[in-house]
């Protein structure tokens, strides 16, 4: 008999090819639980969240997204810290996800956050914002474990592969906590 896997949707708040972010959701995806899928959306061609925009109708790629939000029994964002906050490509995604009234792909969406910086307090300012917007948006952010990967660039080799044990164990718990989090609200 096969059981379905939990879908999850994952997208990283960053467009660089390097990024460490993306790296880290590409991770995940390698370390998911057998009961888990992980696929990943890329916010590069989301455009500029404009209200004169969308009342002519959503664009395809925004549609696309909020589709795949909505298809997805869970989200993990990563995020990196930009002037102690999240990026704005993060926020304007967020932003097109927010809307549709009761029929929004955020509402009540479980949601699990991580989040990486070459710095030393690894996301935490970005991460708490993060959990501001996602409250705004009515979504079920999962409380912990918290995964906060400080001095990422030490964790990563020049393939962009995780070489750090420990960042890959916070990862997989994470993980392991989402599939938990994701039957609370069955
Ligand atoms: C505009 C800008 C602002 C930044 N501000 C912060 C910051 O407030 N805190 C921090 O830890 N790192 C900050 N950084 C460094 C980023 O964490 C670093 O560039 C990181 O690698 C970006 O994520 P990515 O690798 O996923 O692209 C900033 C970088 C940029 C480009």
Redesign the pocket.
């Known amino acids: 008999m096969s059981t379905q896997k939990m879908k999850v949707l994952g997208f ?5 090819k ?7 959701l590409r991770e995940a995806i390698k370390l998911s639980p057998n009961e888990m899928e992980i696929t990943e959306f890329d916010l590069n061609d989301i455009p500029m969240f404009n209200e004169d925009v969308e009342k002519q109708g959503d664009p395809t790629i925004v549609n696309e997204f909020k589709d795949a939000i909505r298809n997805s029994d869970a989200l993990l964002i ?1 995020t ?6 999240i ?1 704005g490509v993060l926020k304007n995604a967020l932003d097109w996800a927010s809307r549709g009234g009761k029929d929004a792909p955020l509402l009540k969406k479980p949601v699990a956050i991580m989040g ?8 935490a ?2 991460q708490s914002q993060l959990r501001q917007t996602l409250s705004s948006t009515r979504s079920f952010v999962m409380v912990e474990p918290q995964v906060l990967i400080s001095e ?2 030490k964790k990563f080799d020049k393939e962009s592969q995780m070489t750090d044990e420990k960042t890959g164990q916070y990862v997989s718990r994470l993980l392991e906590s989402l599939v938990k989090w994701v039957t609370c609200f069955k």
């Open positions: 990283a708040g960053s467009l660089r390097e990024s460490y972010s993306r790296s880290l990563v990196p810290e930009y002037n102690s906050g990026p990486s910086t070459p710095g030393r307090a690894g996301t300012q970005a990422v660039h």
